[in-house]
C-alpha cells in the first residue's frame, strides 16, 4: 500500500483523538502521518479522528442530530450481517460476477469499503482507491482487522488499498492490465439543506466534499474497463454526462447504471 500524504490544510478541521492511554502513541503516529493536530480542549474542530481499543473512527462533535462514530467496520454490523446473511445482490449482478470466477474490479471511489467489501466476498479481486488520507487511514484500519479475524481473512486478502487519484492511475501508462469491471460511487453535494442522509455518508460528504472530477473519471473507466463499468446513483438522479447506460438495476433508493464494453 502507498503511503498517505498528509491531510489537506483547506477544508474541514480535522484533529486527533485517543480514548485512552493506551492509544496515546498511535495517535502521534497517525497525527504526525496526516499531518493533523492533536485534539485540545477548547478547541473547535469539523471532525475527530479517534483512536480507540476497537479501532479508528471518525464523528463530528458538538452535532446533535449526528450522534455516534462511523468506522471501517467488516467483521461484525451491516457488512458482517451481509456477509453472513446474504443480501447486495444487486451489486453482484451490476458487476456481472458468477460464482467461481475471479472477476477483477477496480473500486475507483472507495470511501470506507463497504461495496468493496461485499465484493470481495462474493470472490472477486478488488483493487481500491481512496485519495483522501484520512478516509484511506480509517479504511485501512478496518482491513487489517477483518484480515485477523477468521471469518474475514481470506475475503480482505482479495481486496488490495492504493491511497491515491484513481483517475490518474487509469490515465498512467505504467499502470496494469485492464480491471474486468470499473465501479464508481460518486460523491455528490445533498440536493437540499434538508436532506437528511446516513450519518456515515454525513460524515464523508463532509471529509472528502464532492468529486468535481468524476467525469473525468468516468471517461477514463469507459476507456479502461474491459468488460463494463457500473456507477452507483441515487434512484431518481440523472446517469453522468456521457453515454446512455446500457441497463440499470434498481433497488428502493438506489440504482447500477451498467455501461458494457463493446
Known sequence: MKKATPARQQGPAI???YAGQGQKQQALRL???LGLPIAAEGERYDLILRCSETGLELFRP???LLTGSVRAEFVDG???YRRIRGGSEMLIRAIGHKKNTRTSVL???GGLGRDAFIMASHGCQVHVFEKNPVAAVVLEDGLRRASEHPDTKRISDRIRLTVGDSCKFLLS????APFDVIYLDPMFPERSKSARVKKELQILQQLVGHDENIENLFAAALQTARKRVVVKRPKTAPPLHGPAPSYNIS???TRFDVYLIS
Request: glycine content about 14%.
Open 15 to 17: 484533529a486527533v483523538e
Open 31 to 33: 497525527a504526525q502521518k
Open 62 to 64: 458538538g452535532d446533535p
Open 78 to 80: 451491516p457488512s458482517g
Open 107 to 109: 473500486d475507483a471511489t
Open 173 to 176: 501508462e505504467d499502470r496494469v
Open 251 to 253: 433497488g428502493k433508493t
